[in-house]
Structure formats: structure tokens, C-alpha cells
T-cell receptor, first 116, second 110 residues
């Protein structure tokens, strides 16, 4: 079974530039998550999708971050414009279902963003 | 809100046993997960507890006390490859969203 795919793996941009990350979850997984992991910290949830609908985006800085999952499969996360403090690893994860059942989240390899 | 605390760093010797503690405060508890994360890699699932007690899986065991807001991950017969960060994560009652602690970086020495 193929895992969660993410691209690019690394990205270096200057502040105020825009950047986009792509995630392809495990086939059949309805729920998709984007996390931000700053060096030395645990992952912080940015947004959760159930199919193509947003379940929770309460921690997404909506003035600069946006995410979509138009067809309920792939997802993109965009930052526009980037700030120095956005330097982090952006992790995508997926699970088969959301809700109350036991659900292990499978993580992709992440995109390491450096903002100069 | 949620608050999850775990030690920042721990050091242990190859072949020994180490216990990594996690305390949490949350409204609406629906399970606690432990993940392992090697440097530069994605987190990988280790264990899940939703009821009080000990869950054993090979060299790794995880314990939960919901009344105390406390969990620990126990690693036995430590190997050098166990050097990694160990993340404690709590799931809220609604949905499948996880809140992670800061992680404990474990260094295993010969």
C-alpha cells in the first residue's frame, strides 16, 4: 500500500513570496490533515478535511494560509505572503475515517520550508 | 483548551528500560496516541490507549490513567535505533483531531 505522498520535499523562499505544497493521501482515506511542525516542537494541526469539506480550521492563519481539497482526494496548502516564522516542516496525514472510531493517522514525509 | 506536557530530553543506555511520561489536561478525551519520529522523518504510530491500563506491543508498552491525566511509554531492551523523538498526542472527543505535546528526544548511548 502506497503511503502519503507530499511534494516538494524542500523549499526555500524569501519572505513575502508565495509557496504551495501538495499532498496525496492513502487511497480511500476520507480524512486529511495538514500540520505545521516547527523545529524542536510537536506537530500543530492547521486544518482537517473530511472528503472535500473542512472539519476544523481554527488554527489556520487565514490571513495568509489557505488550503483546499476540491475533489476529496489531493490537497494543496498555500502560504501567501510567507513570513520568517513560517519556516517549519509541513506534514500531511490521512486516516480512513473521521469521527469517534479508532483511527491511526498516517503521515507523509513532509515539506521542509525555509523562509529567508 | 488542551495542555500536554512531556520531558524535553532523556538519555538511556543500550539494553536498558526507559519510561517517557506524558501529562495532559483536556476537555473531552477520546484517546491518547504515542508516535515515534526519527530526525528528518515523519511520525510513525506506536500505540493507542483509550481505556485505563497497560497496552503491550513487543518491546514497547503504553499506560493510561484517565483520572490522573497521565500516560507513559515504556521502552524495553533499548536499541541504538530507538534514538528518536517520542510524541504524545491527545484526541478530542469530537472528531479525530490530535493535539501533540512537544515531544521527548531520547538518546540511546552504548
Amino acid at each position: 500500500e502506497a503511503g502519503v505522498a507530499q511534494s516538494p520535499r524542500y523549499k526555500i523562499i524569501e519572505k513575502r513570496q508565495s509557496v504551495a505544497f501538495w499532498c496525496n493521501p492513502i487511497s480511500g482515506h476520507a480524512t486529511l490533515y495538514w500540520y505545521q511542525q516547527i523545529l524542536g516542537q510537536g506537530p500543530k494541526l492547521l486544518i482537517q478535511f473530511q472528503n472535500n469539506g473542512v472539519v476544523d480550521d481554527s488554527q489556520l492563519p487565514k490571513d495568509r494560509f489557505s488550503a483546499e481539497r476540491l475533489k476529496g482526494v489531493d490537497s494543496t496548502l498555500k502560504i501567501q505572503p510567507a513570513k520568517l516564522e513560517d519556516s517549519a516542516v509541513y506534514l500531511c496525514a490521512s486516516t480512513l475515517l473521521g469521527g469517534f472510531s479508532y483511527n491511526e493517522q498516517f503521515f507523509g514525509p513532509g515539506t521542509r520550508l525555509t523562509v529567508l | 483548551g488542551q495542555n500536554i506536557d512531556q520531558p524535553t530530553e532523556m538519555t538511556a543506555t543500550e539494553g536498558a528500560i526507559v519510561q517517557i511520561n506524558c501529562t495532559y489536561q483536556t476537555s473531552g478525551f477520546n484517546g491518547l496516541f504515542w508516535y515515534q519520529q526519527h530526525a528528518g522523518e515523519a511520525p510513525t504510530f506506536l500505540s493507542y490507549n483509550v481505556l485505563d491500563g497497560l497496552e503491550e506491543k513487543g518491546r514497547f508498552s503504553s499506560f493510561l490513567s484517565r483520572s490522573k491525566g497521565y500516560s507513559y511509554l515504556l521502552l524495553k531492551e533499548l536499541q541504538m535505533k530507538d534514538s528518536a523523538s517520542y510524541l504524545c498526542a491527545v484526541r478530542r472527543q469530537a472528531g479525530n483531531m490530535l493535539t501533540f505535546g512537544g515531544g521527548t528526544r531520547l538518546m540511546v548511548k552504548p
